[in-house]
């Protein structure tokens, strides 16, 4: 793979002589910015307060976004958990990335991503940085060449496997290729809620990499089903809602490896983890208070994907994804238009940006503001300029690309206000094209397709120009079409 170096030495000169009220020592002997990227699990853009969110409070994330810059358009890299992922890490979209789908490896894992993948880790890591991830992987089954410490990450603790990453009292978590085992969820009991256990040693990383520059990945699982909860998150919410209980998985071989526990208020469950995950992400903004380095840390939070529909779960009681058409596993905006927060105190101004950006921008994103690698052949733009105020600045993509082997076999491509999808692939190598025009549409109600037939051709050969194959994943979609 070729490579070539994203620098900006003037931003980097920037940095370094920028004063702060904090622990003046830290920040002189640390120029390069700290950055903790928080990735939650199936979080609907309208699950948040300042989105719109009636029944959850979300104080935290509504504090960070009002001081820092909201992205009213910044997409997922996929509509599941892998590619996504796999979009974010590689700066590839779904057209050119290894991982397009939820492949699973037996008895443990995903289809790895490949080493010939030069991934962000890599690049901070080679330019200095300590990096860590805490949470979900699902890029590669243990020890295989996708695992994270193979790819980059310097600490791992949580789960290796996304399916796993199903069930919130798992028998085992991965620190690095150990599995530590939980004897106190043997069997039925359940005493370790692992995002607890995950949030303590995201802090811990925190604290033991303070005096050097570190990448903090915490892709959380919450809120992905199941809906489940410790008691003490769980007691306030209880009565408020009429709850439709949802009958599980709750003995037998996928109990606690896959299958979603029963829970008989999950209204209040899933209110519940939001909530959780709102305090997880007040305590990381406070350890960095606490070891005066927020004002060197940028902090992004945004989501993998639009709300899911398993384990009990009620996106439309809640109005998960606000006023965009679709779930997760759809390629309507729904199912890929996440909320992004970039918070920077003193460098990003309090803020809106509509923008267009997507995880494969990230990648190029980091390299700029720390100095790193980041390959020729990425697909990504960065946004320094939109997060300097440098709009005039900023570059932007002639279009936006997705695709997705499930479900038949889709594909989107967003170019300015237009929006052009396609379904059922599999079956069908040429169906027809819905076309949607965002700006006076954003829920994609009105399909222009008849009106705008040269609109149709253009976004119909962007379509087939952007699609590479994949022949593992030409395998894997011949399997789930049997």
Known sequence: MHRTFCCCLSALAFYACSSGTTDQSVQAENPKPNIVYILADDLGYGDLGFTGQEYIKTPNLDKLAAEGMFFTA???????????????????????????????????????????????????????????AFGKWGLGYPGSEGDPTNQGVDVFYGYNCQRMGHNYYPYHLWHNQDSVVLEENAGENLNLYAPNLIHEQTLKFIEDNQEKPFFLYVPSIIPHAELIAPEEEMAEHMGRFEETPYKGVDEGPTYKIGGYMSQENPRAAFVAMVEL?????????????????????????????????????????????????????????????????????????????????????????????????????????????????????????????WEFIEQ???????????????????????????????????????????????????????????????????????????
């Open 74 to 132: 910044h997409y997922s890299g996929s509509t599941v958990c892998a590619p996504a992922r796999s979009a974010l890490i590689s700066g590839l979209h779904t057209g050119h990335a290894p991982v397009r789908g939820n492949y699973e490896i037996q008895p443990e894992g995903q289809y790895p991503l490949p080493d010939s993948v030069f991934t962000v880790f890599e690049s901070l890591k080679a330019s200095g940085y300590t990096t860590g």
């Open 408 to 482: 038949g076999g889709k594909q989107a491509v967003r170019k300015g206000d237009w929006k052009a999808i396609r379904l059922n692939l599999n079956k069908d190598p040429n169906p027809p094209i819905e076309l949607y025009n965002l700006a006076v549409d954003p829920g994609e109600q009105n399909n222009l397709a008849d009106q705008h037939p040269e609109r149709v051709a253009e976004l119909k050969e962007l379509m087939e120009s952007s699609h590479q194959p994949n022949p593992i994943f030409k395998l894997y979609v011949d399997e789930i079409n049997k």
């Open 277 to 401: 995950l709102d305090k997880q992400v007040g305590e990381i903004l406070a350890k960095l208070d606490q070891l005066g380095l927020r004002e060197n840390t940028l902090v992004v939070f945004t989501s993998d994907n639009g709300p899911h529909l398993e384990g009990g779960a009620d996106p439309d009681f809640f109005n998960s994804n606000g006023p965009y058409r679709g779930y997760k596993r759809d390629l309507y905006e729904g199912g890929i238009r996440v909320p992004m927060i970039a918070n920077w105190p003193g460098k990003i101004q309090p803020g809106r940006s509509g923008h267009p950006s997507a995880f494969w921008d990230v990648y190029a994103t980091l390299a700029e503001l720390s100095g790193s690698e980041v390959p020729e052949n990425t697909d990504g733009i960065s946004f320094v300029p939109t997060l300097m105020g440098n709009l005039e600045q900023q570059a932007t993509h002639e279009y936006l690309y």
